[in-house]
């Protein structure tokens, strides 16, 4: 008998979170061993304690560059697009199905203004990736690429060894490019 789908679309369903990422993926195991409550003593003089609306848990703000910067998203905007969607990433930030997610535009006037001249991003950063070595997640030996080969005229007994560094600040600078590129066309003030 041929049967459609299309009722199970408007279902209403009982459902955890947690039972819809798998126990292997990639934020668990993150999650259960990198201990993100540092960040909240390292923004703590960046928030006022007593004045203004309440604000979102820079534990969520933070994560979430976290996750643009882990999975190579390189846009606020898409981002928050990715986040709506993915349950794991949704259950990383310790979101629920129905909770709101963070605008694109609050990531960004917190990044841009908030934050703005402080290294705040690549302390937190690099306590990350401090973590991240002594739990052996890390250990920064292989070097993996994708790539052509193309036979070159080169000598191999001569070569230079040179240690490449990245940091977040080229990944804050893509941000801030996404944002002058969406702003330019909307036509909006640079």
């Not at 209403?12 to 126990?23: A, K, T």
């Not at 309440?54 to 643009?68: N, Q, R, S």
């Not at 191999?156 to 801030?176: A, F, P, R």
Request: overall charge positive.
């Amino acid at each position: 008998m041929l049967r459609s789908n299309k009722d199970k679309q408007t279902a209403y369903e009982f459902v955890s979170i947690e039972q819809l990422v798998p126990q292997d993926h990639m934020l668990r195991k993150i999650d259960k061993f990198i201990d993100f409550s540092f960040i909240l003593e390292k923004v703590r003089p960046y928030y006022c304690e007593d004045n203004g609306r309440p604000a979102i848990d820079p534990l969520v703000l933070f994560k979430m560059i976290f996750l643009g910067y882990f999975y190579g998203i390189r846009s606020e905007r898409r981002l928050e697009q990715e986040i709506q969607t993915n349950v794991a990433y949704r259950w990383f930030l310790g979101l629920g199905l129905t909770d709101r997610v963070p605008d694109h535009t609050t990531i960004s006037l917190n990044r841009r203004i908030r934050f703005k001249d402080t290294t705040i991003f690549q302390d937190i950063f690099d306590e990350i990736v401090l973590q991240a070595m002594g739990h052996r997640m890390i250990g920064g030996r292989m070097l993996i690429s994708d790539s052509t080969h193309v036979k070159a005229s080169a000598n191999k007994n001569k070569y230079t060894k040179e240690q490449v560094l990245q940091n977040t600040k080229s990944y804050i600078d893509e941000l801030n490019e996404a944002v002058e590129i969406d702003r330019k066309n909307n036509g909006k003030k640079l």
